[in-house]
């Protein structure tokens, strides 16, 4: 449609006489098709993708710090006192 009003505007200006329906059209459905194509983009979805998996990690270790702990401070300690008084 947008080929045909293109074509019909320059068969007008070809014959002397100027097309300003066709012209306002056209001008219209460009503006159209850049807003469209500025939407498009994946710059911002890369981002929310990368804060997404930021988001899962920085979870994961939360929740793994939670659940071990008591393990985890036991094993410092322990490892603490071997180091203070060394086995003979």
Known sequence: MVG????????ASRKGGL??????????SVRVQSALASLRREDGQTMTEYVL???GVALLVILAVWFLGGE?????????????????
């Open 19 to 28: 097309s300003n329906m066709s012209d306002i059209l056209l001008r219209a």
């Open 72 to 88: 985890v401070e036991d094993l410092f300690s322990d490892t603490g006192s071997t180091v203070s008084n060394p086995p003979n």
């Open 53 to 55: 998996i930021l988001a």
């Open 4 to 11: 045909n009003m293109v074509n019909q505007g320059a068969q």
